[in-house]
């Protein structure tokens, strides 16, 4: 063990991983799709890290910006304002195409979830918040009471209003169900929420969330009638939307935010992680016109010491116009559609994959026993066997870097991958696809 890993262990606890089960890898250099370890092995980095680091690694442009805030104003307290703020809170609402929309920022993903639930609870002057089950949104005391998946249960029983619904996931949908297209299965998943919110009462709904792509779940994509429709119910119900675009924003997706995809507006949107591609930490919550305006009279009960803070706000404005410069929106407009391509060949190719799902660069692979029954490789919440963790050694080997969530294995490369780069880096994954089928024969 390296001096850097024996302190590491010594002194630093790991975030969801049993401590002495843990190896981490010493990390030396990064720079744009590649980081490289202690001994100088080389990574490609195939999740961008935790699908934040869009832009890659050492990216010139960010670190000048975030230089020149620190010799200009490294921190001024959220009260007052700034150039870089009031540059960044522009940039974002522009970016978000929400008319006079209005910005409250955090630090991070969780903390714009935590802060959203505030604000649409104010703003309604009612409790419950719905979300849906195989979604995350954080770990922190209100997020993780949002999140619907087993990292859920490190938060409960937590504070009362929190309300589960199942949201479209057709491949795992009933047995009973049967659909012919995507329009019966956005109006079987709409039924179902909509007798929800009639069972619990929509006068004490305050908001329903959703991940705008639902993202280490599976990169779940529902169908546009069902963004359409839920729309719909919100404001049948007097009740607010919310869109949790923290992995599925900035490009992600192909375009700026997911929901822009998909013909709808939402009331509310939390954002982070490519906002200044993780080289600062910066989240926030956006909010419509009715919401800003109800706040110029009523005081918004938010806030943080590292609100707005100058170093984010200033990535935040160089990332946003990094993405501009590169044409990010026209590279993953093209590579998005090789990554499907290569994708879509796996699941008649390999007996492990079930269901592949891509958006732009935004994929998951997900891992079957038998295509017949659709038995997942793991059972869900479980590896007894360390199963998922033996396929990402194998891809670590080769020195394909991601990480896998349940039976799904994630692929959401730095958008300013190269499509050469991007086939030579799926050569990998199909030769493991193909040892992974010998391990369930």
């Known amino acids: 063990m390296s001096a850097i890993k024996d302190k590491d262990r010594k002194y630093n606890l790991h975030s969801w991983s049993a401590q002495a089960k843990i190896s981490p890898i010493v990390v030396t250099k990064a720079e744009g799709i590649h980081f490289w370890d202690e001994d100088g092995k080389q990574f490609t980095d195939m999740s961008s890290q935790l699908v934040n680091s869009n832009l890659g690694h050492h990216n010139q442009a960010i670190i000048d910006a975030i230089k020149a805030q620190a010799e200009k104003v490294p921190f001024i307290g959220p009260a007052f304002a ?103 299965v956005a109006d079987f998943y709409l039924e179902l929420l909509e007798n929800q919110i009639l069972y ?61 995809n998909f013909g709808y507006e939402p009331d509310l949107v939390t954002f982070a992680k490519g906002v ?44 946003l116009k990094e993405y501009k410069k590169q044409d990010i929106e026209g590279k993953v407009a093209k590579t998005g559609k090789v990554l499907a391509e290569i994708l879509d060949s796996y699941v008649d190719k390999h007996a492990c994959v079930g269901q592949v799902r891509h958006i732009g660069l935004f994929s998951a692979i997900e891992l079957v026993k038998d295509k017949a029954t659709k038995e997942p490789i793991v059972p869900f919440g479980k590896d007894p066997e360390g199963t998922m963790n033996k396929i990402l050694g194998m891809l670590k080997a080769e020195g394909f870097w991601t990480y896998s969530h349940e039976n799904m294995i994630i692929v959401a490369p730095p958008l300013i991958i190269t499509e050469q780069e991007l086939r030579d880096e799926m050569a990998i994954m199909d030769k493991v696809l193909d040892s992974v089928d010998n391990m369930i024969k």
């Open 82 to 184: 700034l150039e870089c703020r009031a540059d960044a809170a522009e940039a974002v609402v522009n970016a978000s195409g929400l008319k006079n929309a209005k910005v409250f920022f955090t630090n991070a993903g969780a903390e714009s979830n935590e802060n959203a639930i505030k604000i649409a609870r104010q703003y309604t002057k009612k409790q419950k918040i719905f979300s849906m089950y195989r979604c995350y949104h954080g770990s922190s005391a209100g997020a993780g009471m949002l999140t619907g998946e087993p990292r859920h249960f490190f938060n409960e029983p937590g504070g009362p209003g929190y309300v589960k619904y199942d949201g479209p996931y057709a491949y795992r949908a009933p047995k009973a169900c049967k659909f012919a297209n995507d329009d019966e």
């Open 200 to 260: 619990e009462g929509p006068e004490s709904i305050a908001a329903i969330w959703l991940e705008s792509v639902v993202g280490s779940n599976g990169i779940l994509i529902p169908p546009v009638k069902w963004y359409k429709g839920v729309r719909e119910l919100t404001k049948k119900y007097d009740i607010l939307m919310v869109v949790d675009e923290v992995m599925a924003g900035w490009y992600r997706t192909g375009k700026c935010f997911a929901f822009q």
């Open 276 to 319: 200044t591609c993780g080289y600062v930490p910066l989240g926030g919550v956006i909010v419509t016109e009715k919401i800003a305006k109800y706040f110029e009279d009523n005081s918004l009960g938010c806030g943080l010491t590292y609100s707005a803070h100058p170093m984010g706000c200033a990535a935040a404005v160089a990332t």
